[in-house]
T-cell receptor, first 115, second 110 residues
């Protein structure tokens, strides 16, 4: 199993550009999520999905869109990049939904710089 | 809403024991988790406590007191490779969102 994969690893954008960060998992996990990590601020939840066709907002959803057309894929779209979106983005997945703590598996991250 | 507090930095000597504390405020509670992250890497799951008490996994242990809204991660026989950031995390009331603390940077010195 490849686990959780993310592409690209690094990306530089200009203000106003749009792009999609890709995330895929091959563990048949129902739950997938996107986090951003900024220095000294831990991981903040952007959006999450509890299954194909179902997404919801996290703590910091503004400026980002997601979709979940398949169990495997959960892309994150930046509609109009801003310097405030410079961050490291992690995708994660886990089995199970509510109740208990199922281990979250994280992808390697995408390091995004917006100029 | 949820909020978690943990120290920003801890320094310890190789071979020693270190405790990283986490206090939380939640409107619902599904247990406390711990994750480790090395510089430039992704977070990896360490432990989970749903009930009060101590859970042990090798050199790492995690403790929870629900009445005090408090938990800690205990690292024994510290090694240089334990230098990393450690995050506590809780699930929100609905159980779908995992909220992380800001992290504790652990420096292990020789």
């Amino acid at each position: 199993n490849a686990g959780v994969t993310q592409t690209p690893k690094f990306q530089v954008l200009k203000t106003g550009q749009s792009m999609t960060l890709q995330c895929a998992q091959d563990m048949n996990h129902e739950y997938m999520s996107w986090y951003r990590q900024d220095p000294g601020m831990g991981l903040r939840l952007i959006h999450y999905s509890v299954g194909a066709g179902i997404t919801d907002q996290g703590e910091v959803p503004n400026g980002y869109n997601v979709s979940r057309s398949t169990t495997e894929d959960f892309p994150l779209r930046l509609l109009s990049a801003a310097p405030s979106q410079t961050s490291v983005y992690f995708c994660a997945s886990r089995t199970g939904l509510a109740g208990g703590e199922n281990e979250q598996f994280f992808g390697p991250g995408t390091r995004l710089t917006v100029l | 809403g949820q909020s978690l507090e943990q120290p920003s930095e801890v320094t310890a000597v190789e071979g020693a024991i270190v405790q990283i504390n986490c206090t939380y405020q939640t409107s619902g509670f599904y247990g406390l988790s711990w994750y480790q992250q090395h510089d430039g890497g992704a977070p990896t799951f360490l432990s989970y406590n749903a009930l009060d008490g101590l859970e042990e996994t090798g050199r790492f242990s995690s403790f929870l007191s629900r009445s005090d809204s408090y938990g800690y991660l205990l690292l024994q026989e510290l090694q240089m490779k334990d230098s990393a950031s450690y995050f506590c995390a809780v699930r929100d009331t609905g159980g779908f969102k995992t909220i992380f603390g800001a992290g504790t940077r652990l420096f292990v010195k020789a």
